[in-house]
Nanobody, 115 residues
Framework: QVQLVESGGGLVQPGGSLRLSCSASGMIFSINSMGWYREAPRLERELVAAITSGGSTNYADSVKGRFTIARDNAKNTVYLQMNSLKPEDTAVYYC?????????WGQGTQVTVSS
């Protein structure tokens, strides 16, 4: 069994920052890519950022320069540092990982950017 636990969402004012975390635990033999997706009301789930096991990163154009993805392989954890948040960043954020050659999703964490 593999579990993913997300944390760090919440309500923040425009221009503020949040840091999301996603930790994997259980019977883990390998973790390849790790990343974050988001889903806003009435929109499709979209990739926000991803990071490979080698540390290569990929970002959606809408978050480049504002968000930073990182991972701690010793802790099986991926982070998403979100700065200069905008109302359009409001969404449920989902952790996405490739663990033991299987794609797994976190439960989602709500991020709301509003004054």
């Amino acid at each position: 069994q593999v579990q993913l636990v997300e944390s760090g969402g919440g309500l923040v004012q425009p221009g503020g920052s949040l840091r999301l975390s996603c930790s994997a635990s259980g019977m883990i033999f390998s973790i390849n890519s790790m990343g974050w997706y988001r889903e806003a009301p009435r929109l499709e789930r979209e990739l926000v950022a991803a990071i490979t096991s080698g540390g290569s990163t990929n970002y959606a154009d809408s978050v480049k320069g504002r968000f930073t993805i990182a991972r701690d392989n010793a802790k099986n954890t991926v982070y998403l540092q979100m700065n200069s948040l905008k109302p359009e960043d409001t969404a449920v954020y989902y952790c996405n990982t490739d663990i033991n050659a299987k794609v797994r999703w976190g439960q989602g964490t709500q991020v709301t950017v509003s004054s």
